[in-house]
């Protein structure tokens, strides 16, 4: 008999719905397993792009729009799937990521800019998570979680200062998520994608920073992972395949972190040694 995952019947609450991204492609792989999707996003027409997939698929994707940045419209969002489907199994917590003028140099890096990362790269996660396992204990029902990190939360690179940070965060902030919550039978896992070409990056400008960061002979070669990839981890994550995996942190990279990456920054002068 082949092994197949099987999510019928149960309710994900998905934040993110980029059809070109990773979310995109989770919310399509977890239609497929029968899976019902709750998206997250902050715009109408990126939901219904998405969902035009899914439902294209015969899946079922339901959309919300709210600002995952503000608590004030994050609050009501696991009461609401709650409240409609009576039930959540899942949460996936994809949105994230860092704005073009945000690379640049750390000392340049305002307060309001490294509070704006940390709050899209971790604090949305912590609640959204927060509020899943509170209900899911409350009901007596068991439920996965499976949170987006980086490559960059266990390797420095130009420029991801703050985003490394809020990276590290949500693996940490995982792991306690798994030891505590473990005895309510709720699973957590971190997945950490490295190089993925999903339309947020390829569209993303360059900055004169992030070119120089980029460029040179030295810069090391870009291995991508596709979105589906990342999103075949996520599914598998959620399932019972999965039962024996919490609080880990899982890299899907093609082996992107594996490398030795300190030639990265040829722009920088080696002050101690200028020869080198
Ligand atoms: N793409 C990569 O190379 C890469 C590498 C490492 C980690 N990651 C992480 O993977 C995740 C997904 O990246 P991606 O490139 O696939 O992105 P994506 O294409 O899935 O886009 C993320 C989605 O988040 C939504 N979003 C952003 N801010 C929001 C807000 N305030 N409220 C509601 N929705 C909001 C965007 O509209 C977008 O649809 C991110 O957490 C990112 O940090 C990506």
Known sequence: MAICIDLEGRVVLLCGAARGGISGATARRLAATGATVVAVDQAQEILDLTIADVEAAGGRCHGVVANLMDAAQTDPLVATVVGRFGRLDGVVNV?????????????????????????LNLEYVFRICRDAAASMIRRDAPGSIVNVGSVSSIAAAPFHGPYGAAKSGIAALTRTMAFEWGKYGIRANT??????????????????????????????????????????????????????????????????????????????????NPQV
């Not at 860092?98 to 940390?118: C, G, H, V, Y």
């Not at 980029?214 to 596709?226: D, F, K, M, Q």
């Open 95 to 119: 949105a994230g990521g860092t704005k073009a003028e945000e690379w640049i140099p750390l000392e340049q890096t305002s307060t309001e800019m490294f509070r704006d990362t940390l709050n």
């Open 191 to 272: 997945v950490q994608p490295g190089a993925v070409a999903t339309d947020r990056v390829m569209n993303r400008p360059s900055t004169p920073h992030a070119g120089a960061a980029l460029a040179g002979a030295n810069a090391p070669s870009i291995v991508w992972t596709t979105p589906d990839e990342l999103a075949n981890t996520i599914v598998f994550l959620l399932s019972d395949l999965a039962s024996g995996i919490s609080g880990q942190t899982i890299s899907v990279d093609s082996a992107l972190s594996t490398k030795f990456c300190a030639g990265s920054r040829p722009f920088e002068i080696n002050k101690r």
